[in-house]
């Protein structure tokens, strides 16, 4: 049973920084793709960024490119994301998750696995 849990959540300004880790066990982490995804009040959760296995090629969804980067590194089971520049619609709670099979990296569904979410506040 593949678990994830994340961290590094938290309040920051606008124009601030933090950086969430999500830690996978309970299988082979490198032979998952990564994904990020967030979820503000009051609206559907959302693509935010992914990370391919073996040639670790990233995906962002428009809103976060240059201000965020998502990064693993295989041999602590860890997926993180970077996030910059920070604005207050980036208030949500940030959730990791992980698939095996191919298909697109975009929809929520095709994620197998998800973790409890880690909250993140941008203050303006």
């Known amino acids: 049973q593949v678990q994830l849990v994340e961290s590094g959540g938290g309040l920051v300004q606008a124009g601030g920084s933090l950086r969430l880790s999500c830690v996978l066990s309970?299988?082979?982490?490198?032979?998952?793709?990564m994904g990020w995804f967030r979820q503000a009040p009051g609206k559907e959760r959302e693509f935010v960024a992914s990370?391919?296995?073996?040639?670790?090629?990233?995906y962002y969804t428009d809103s976060v490119k240059g201000r965020f980067t998502i990064s693993r590194d295989n041999a602590k089971n860890t997926v993180y994301l970077q996030m910059n520049s920070l604005k207050p619609e980036d208030t949500a709670t940030y959730y990791c998750?992980?698939?095996?099979?191919?298909?697109?990296?975009?929809?929520?569904?095709?994620?197998?696995?998800w973790g409890q979410g880690t909250q993140v506040t941008v203050s303006s």
């Open positions: 998750a992980a698939k095996r099979l191919l298909g697109s990296v975009y929809t929520e569904s095709s994620y197998d696995s």
């Open positions: 309970g299988g082979i982490f490198s032979t998952y793709i």
């Open positions: 990370i391919r296995r073996n040639d670790a090629i990233t």
